[in-house]
T-cell receptor, first 115, second 112 residues
Framework: EPEVTQTPSHQVTQMGQEVILRCVPISNHLYFYWYRQILGQKVEFLVSFYNNEISEKSEIFDDQFSVERPDGSNFTLKIRSTKLEDSAMYFC?????????????FGPGTRLTVL | DQQVKQNSPSLSVQEGRISILNCDYTNSMFDYFLWYKKYPAEGPTFLISISSIKDKNEDGRFTVFLNKSAKHLSLHIVPSQPGDSAVYFCAARIQGAQKLVFGQGTRLTINP
């Protein structure tokens, strides 16, 4: 069964450093998403991406964040200058809008720890 | 942001019995609702969904009920199995948007 994959599973970085989180969505999906879950809190939407551009973003997704689809398979989230409060699980998801139901399929997540 | 609420942080059910997980929402613009299951160290796994034009959707042991007038939905699992022990998230989508708004989750424990 096709699945969303994410690398790395765990990333530790120093405050102020740049990190890139990587995702490979399900191959025939057209919509891509990033969510995050801070420990003990809800899963929160960050951004959605379609047709090589951001289609929707939350207030969390400020200028420190960017997304890119550098090739036909990868989808990345970059945090330019990490802060302590960026420590969270980051989940990538993808969906096939043509299914009409917008079920989003999630990857296993990357745990980001900012020291 | 309390648009989607799961008021029970945990639920314990005996194996073989019915598990009922509840979810309330406040935004009338939600048009699609989904339930996800999450095991530790894994991402949320899609379980079942329902459109706002329906009041019930069934898939095997899982049934979701939607009461629009009460802004309430529930997930029924019957019979409950030990492998159902996980955190269950209710999520909703606003009409015309793509983002999902999640509840806080309910930890379901199935006891043998």
């Amino acid at each position: 069964e096709p699945e969303v994959t994410q690398t790395p599973s765990h990333q530790v970085t120093q405050m102020g450093q740049e990190v890139i989180l990587r995702c490979v969505p399900i191959s025939n999906h057209l919509y891509f998403y990033w969510y995050r879950q801070i420990l003990g809190q809800k899963v929160e939407f960050l951004v959605s991406f379609y047709n090589n551009e951001i289609s929707e973003k939350s207030e969390i997704f400020d200028d420190q964040f960017s997304v890119e689809r550098p090739d036909g398979s990868n989808f990345t989230l970059k945090i330019r200058s990490t802060k302590l409060e960026d420590s969270a699980m980051y989940f990538c998801a993808s969906s096939d809008k043509s299914s009409g139901s917008n079920e989003q399929f999630f990857g296993p997540g990357t745990r980001l720890t900012v020291l | 942001d309390q648009q989607v609420k799961q008021n029970s942080p945990s639920l314990s059910v005996q194996e073989g019995r019915i598990s009922i997980l509840n979810c309330d929402y406040t935004n009338s613009m939600f048009d699609y609702f989904l339930w996800y299951k999450k095991y530790p160290a894994e991402g949320p796994t899609f379980l079942i969904s329902i459109s706002s034009i329906k009041d019930k959707n069934e898939d095997g042991r899982f049934t979701v009920f939607l009461n629009k007038s009460a802004k309430h939905l529930s997930l029924h699992i019957v019979p409950s199995q030990p492998g159902d022990s996980a955190v269950y998230f209710c999520a909703a989508r606003i009409q015309g948007a793509q983002k999902l708004v999640f509840g806080q989750g309910t930890r379901l424990t199935i006891n043998p």
